[in-house]
């Protein structure tokens, strides 16, 4: 038997969010996804691009990682921290977010769905 144990992906809750201060919001779905809805103020850098901004993230402020349900945010979590970055998964993703009441909306400021 394998003693391999994966790292856990450093992670947050919507409720823990503002504890965070005032983090950024990276959201690497794809981008029909994020034209359905996305959060307010959210980045917006699909999971497969994040290699071209490495140097438009910034060193010095908290990333919170958000994909619909968390699964490839948390690769991307991964990814930044191996590049030395401040980075945290959101635990359910943009499903939670809706879940929770949050505003999700479109590029052009209406109400917008998470599929």
């Known amino acids: ?4 144990k994966p790292k856990a992906v450093p992670s947050t809750t919507v409720n823990d969010l503002d504890a ?3 983090p950024i ?6 981008p029909d996804e994020w034209e359905a809805g996305h959060a307010h103020d959210a980045w917006f850098w ?8 490495r140097a438009e993230l910034p060193l010095n402020q ?3 990682c958000v ?14 921290r191996s590049w030395g970055l401040d980075a945290v998964n959101l635990e359910g993703g943009m499903q939670a977010w809706a879940q929770a009441g949050r505003p999700v909306e479109r590029d052009d400021g209406t109400p917008g769905t998470v599929a």
């Not at 038997?1 to 391999?4: D, E, G, I, L, N």
């Not at 919001?25 to 794809?30: I, N």
């Not at 999971?47 to 071209?52: F, M, S, V």
């Open 1 to 4: 038997m394998s003693t391999f």
């Open 20 to 22: 965070l201060g005032s």
């Open 25 to 30: 919001l990276l959201d690497v779905r794809e």
């Open 46 to 53: 699909p999971l497969g691009r994040l290699d071209q901004v």
């Open 62 to 64: 908290k990333i919170v």
């Open 67 to 80: 994909c619909r349900s968390g699964g490839r945010s948390a690769k991307a979590t991964e990814l930044l």
